[in-house]
């Protein structure tokens, strides 16, 4: 199983970013994809999350708004389009896989991207 996420990077306040996790070894289409976000010196805190078939998306009060979480299945891929980005959304940013199959649940992981967002 591989999760590798890309497209992180420095910004400056007000902008955009879109990041990428492309991902191999399980059944993509099956598992709900979330992001995740871990400041220096805070804890991981969830950021968005897609269905499997991309028919609901949820996000954190904090990125609602401005964050945009989309999926291919066909490519495998989940994406994070990022606006408005502010100091405060600094941070190493995660994607994850996640499955509930007969009540066990499975996760998988990215390795992570840095998102500094900085004038």
């Known amino acids: 199983v591989h999760l590798v996420e890309s497209g992180g990077g420095l910004v400056q306040p007000g902008g955009s970013l879109r990041l990428s996790c492309a991902t191999s070894g399980f059944t993509f289409s099956s598992y709900v994809m979330r992001w995740y976000r871990q400041a220096p010196g805070k804890e991981r805190e969830w950021v968005a999350r897609i269905t499997s078939a991309g028919g609901s998306t949820d996000y954190a009060d904090s990125v609602k708004g401005r964050f945009t979480i989309s999926r291919d299945n066909a490519k495998n891929t989940v994406y994070l389009h990022m606006s408005s980005l502010k100091p405060e959304d600094t941070a190493v940013y995660y994607c994850?896989?996640?499955?509930?199959?007969?009540?066990?649940?499975?996760?998988?992981w990215g390795q992570g991207t840095q998102v500094t967002v900085s004038s």
């Open positions: 994850c896989a996640f499955s509930l199959v007969a009540d066990v649940p499975y996760d998988y």
